[in-house]
C-alpha cells in the first residue's frame, strides 16, 4: 500500500516544483524595491481649503445624471440609487469667480436609504501653483445634512504620491429651486 502511495505521489511532486515558483521566487512582473534609509523624504502635513462648486442647473452645469432612482415608496424620501458625474470647479472663495484652483472629477451616488448619505468618489485635480497637475484621491461617505462631514483621502499622484489624510466639508449654501451648492472643504493631507 505504501509502495503504490509513494508511486503516484513522487511524481506529482516533481511535476508540481517544476510548474510552480519556490518560495521566496519573484514572478518576472515583480520587482522588490529596497528603500534607501539615506534618500528617505520626510512627510509634510497640508492643510488647504477651497470652495466645491456643485452646479446642477443651468446652460454650464458642471453635474451631469447618469441614473435616476426608481419611483417607489422605498427610494423616493432620499433618492436612494441616483448617481451624479461631476466636473465641479475647485476655487479660492465661495463666490464662483473667484480664483480657479482646479476641479473636482468623479461622482456621487445617494447610498442610504434613510437619509440623504452620499458614496462619493472623486479626484481633486489641481491646475495652479506648485501643486499643477497634481490630484488627491477622496472616496467616502457624505451625509449631506450634517453640519461637517469627514471623508478619507485615499491616495494622490504628482506630488501627492502615497498622499493620506481627510476632508471636512461643510455646506456654504444650497439652492433649494435649483439644487446648486457651494461646500467648503478642508483638506488635511499627509504627503512627501
Same mark, same amino acid.
Not at 509502495?3 to 519573484?26: K, N, Q, R
Not at 515583480?30 to 446642477?56: C, G, I
Given at each position: ?99 480657479? *484652483? @482646479? &476641479?473636482?472629477?468623479? =461622482?456621487?451616488? +445617494? ?5 440623504? %448619505? ?5 479626484? #481633486? ?13 477622496? *472616496? @467616502? &461617505?457624505?451625509?449631506? =445634512?450634517?453640519? +461637517? ?5 485615499? %491616495? ?5 504620491? #502615497? ?30
Amino acid at each position: 500500500m505504501t509502495g503504490t502511495f509513494l508511486y503516484v505521489l513522487f511524481p506529482l511532486l516533481i511535476v508540481f516544483s517544476h510548474t510552480s515558483p519556490a518560495a521566496g521566487d519573484d514572478p518576472a512582473f515583480l520587482q522588490s524595491v529596497k528603500l534607501n534609509p539615506m534618500k528617505a523624504r520626510t512627510e509634510k502635513l497640508s492643510h488647504f481649503r477651497f470652495y466645491w462648486h456643485d452646479k446642477v442647473s443651468g446652460p454650464n452645469s458642471t453635474v451631469v445624471n447618469i441614473i435616476q432612482p426608481p419611483t417607489n415608496n422605498k427610494t423616493s424620501p432620499t433618492g436612494f440609487g441616483m448617481v451624479n458625474m461631476i466636473d465641479d470647479t475647485l476655487t479660492e472663495k465661495p463666490e464662483a469667480g473667484s480664483k480657479l *484652483l @482646479g &476641479r473636482a472629477q468623479g =461622482f456621487y451616488g +445617494v447610498a442610504s436609504q434613510e437619509e440623504v %448619505g452620499l458614496l462619493m468618489a472623486m479626484n #481633486f485635480v489641481f491646475c495652479t501653483g506648485k501643486y499643477n497637475g497634481s490630484t488627491l484621491t477622496i *472616496l @467616502g &461617505r457624505n451625509p449631506v =445634512f450634517e453640519k +461637517v462631514r469627514e471623508m478619507p483621502v485615499i %491616495g494622490g499622484s504628482g506630488l501627492f504620491r #502615497f498622499a493620506r489624510g481627510y476632508v471636512q466639508a461643510s455646506t456654504h449654501s444650497f439652492d433649494l429651486k435649483t439644487g446648486d451648492a457651494v461646500v467648503e472643504y478642508n483638506v488635511h493631507v499627509l504627503h512627501y
